[in-house]
């Protein structure tokens, strides 16, 4: 029961700590001129605290990705911190690409908003 008690007061204090660690990230992002890359910097770290990973026995906790990947790069090598670390970086590619679309989308929109409008041609001429 100790171990358990312990368990949720890692997981609490880290919970603490990420929430200031973010809260600091978005005042400081919050200078950067362009809101696209503010809202990615800011997905990245979001994504980097919440994804975990599961331990093996006899311990098979959750613990944040990216300190599992860390202990087992030391440990195994790169081999293995990357098959940890492989859904975190999938989140982060797929949020790329969705930032991606987002962007293209709305300068499409602003370009057609910008251009003056034009009447359509007349058929019957």
Known sequence: MEDYQSYVFA??????LGLILFGLLWIGVGQLRWAGL?????????VTLIVP????????YLAPAIIVGG???MDSGIGTMLNILAPMLALWVAGLVL???ISIVMRKRQQRETLPHRPDPDPAE
């Open 11 to 16: 997981w609490g204090v880290y919970g603490a």
């Open 38 to 46: 503010r809202w990615y910097l800011r997905y990245v770290f979001a």
């Open 53 to 60: 990973w599961q331990g093996t026995d006899p311990q098979p």
């Open 71 to 73: 202990f087992e790069m």
């Open 99 to 101: 930032w991606l679309l």
